[in-house]
């Protein structure tokens, strides 16, 4: 069955970076683009950034451009998110999903605390 694993969460200082990694399984990774999204407490779901089938293409939210960084790596099924100079409103919990409009499935989360 389709799975997505988010790892990589945790607690950063104001200014600091963490890196999320993304593994899948059960279908063919090289063939869908992928997307994270997070969810802050009270707030709804919203996209962080996506990225193409080749890795050709990427787009990102307002809000983390120039700070964030999605890659992925189709030979280990893993799509990454470095996160720099991150920032207290980046708290919240950052899911995995397979698909760029059409998001079909969607990992677990890993929390990602952004506090001094």
């Known amino acids: 069955q389709v799975q997505l694993v988010e790892s990589g969460g945790g607690l950063a200082q104001p200014g600091g970076s963490l890196r999320l990694s993304c593994v899948a399984s059960g279908f063919a990774f090289s063939n869908y683009p992928i997307s994270w999204y997070r969810q802050a407490p009270g707030k709804m779901r919203a996209l962080v950034a996506r990225i193409t089938t080749d890795g050709a293409n990427t787009n990102y939210a307002d809000s983390v451009k120039g700070r964030f960084t999605i890659s992925r790596d189709n030979a280990k099924s893993t799509v990454y998110l470095q996160m720099n100079s991150l920032k207290p409103e980046n708290t919240a919990m950052y899911h995995c999903?397979?698909?760029?409009?059409?998001?079909?499935?969607w990992g677990q989360g890993t929390q990602v605390t952004v506090s001094s």
């Open positions: 999903v397979r698909g760029w409009t059409t998001l079909e499935y």
